[in-house]
T-cell receptor, first 111, second 115 residues
Framework: KQEVTQIPAALSVPEGENLVLNCSFT??????LQWFRQDPGKGLTSLLL?????REQTSGRLNASLDKSSGRSTLYIAASQPGDSATYLC??????????FGTGTSLTVIP | GAGVSQSPSNKVTEKGKDVELRCDPI?????LYWYRQSLGQGLEFLIY????????KSGLPSDRFSAERTGGSVSTLTIQRTQQEDSAVYLC?????????????FGSGTRLTVV
């Protein structure tokens, strides 16, 4: 069974810092990897989708990379802002069409 | 619709009662998923629909849980004889098609509290 791990579990940074969130998975046979953010009491908002044939995707201040062979993905957030404070979830989509989620990284950006 | 819609947004029920949770996926999306998120836990897969059929029911935690989807659209998750451990946020997601090349859109969830 696919296992997805996110490190760190929680992160607190001052505003303006660049930061990296890590995601690792045990089975490299994946279709896609998707990063989400979840605000308290809200559903999930999709940030970036990386197909298995791609190595990275960028959207604004966000950049996500994927290394299937090593079972790793990173989410890079540039020039962090207080509005970036949320829980960030990594999910891999396996060959069974099922999402496997990590437990998330809780990010706090301090003004 | 423009997004995945779930209802109710909040539900408080007494232990032992049955509840129904509803998900309206994005129009035209054939794949539909149910997940739940317990306090402090990660997202737990429950069931996946392709059209009206459920190829994967492996995540349903007990026979008190059931789900159906009709017309390839709306899905209902039913929990019978609710227990306190059923308290969680239940999230629904849909996708244009399962698997490759398609991302998933999540609803904002139903927060279920069993008292």
């Amino acid at each position: 069974k696919q296992e997805v791990t996110q490190i760190p579990a929680a992160l607190s940074v001052p505003e303006g810092e660049n930061l990296v969130l890590n995601c690792s998975f045990t089975d490299s046979a994946i279709y896609n990897l998707q990063w989400f953010r979840q605000d308290p009491g809200k559903g999930l908002t999709s940030l970036l989708l990386i197909q298995s044939s791609q190595r990275e995707q960028t959207s604004g201040r966000l950049n996500a990379s994927l290394d299937k062979s090593s079972g790793r993905s990173t989410l890079y957030i540039a020039a962090s802002q207080p509005g970036d404070s949320a829980t960030y979830l990594c999910a891999v989509i396996g060959t069974g069409n099922q999402f496997y989620f990590g437990t998330g990284t809780s990010l706090t950006v301090i003004p | 619709g423009a997004g995945v819609s779930q209802s109710p947004s909040n539900k408080v029920t007494e232990k032992g009662k049955d509840v129904e949770l509803r998900c309206d996926p994005i129009s035209g999306h054939t794949a539909l998923y149910w997940y739940r998120q317990s306090l402090g836990q990660g997202l737990e897969f429950l069931i996946y629909f392709q059209g009206n059929s459920a190829p994967d029911k492996s995540g349903l935690p007990s026979d008190r849980f059931s789900a159906e989807r009709t017309g390839g659209s709306v899905s209902t998750l039913t929990i019978q004889r609710t227990q306190q451990e059923d308290s969680a946020v239940y999230l629904c997601a849909s996708s244009l098609a399962p698997g490759v090349n398609y991302g998933y859109t999540f609803g904002s969830g139903t927060r279920l509290t069993v008292v």
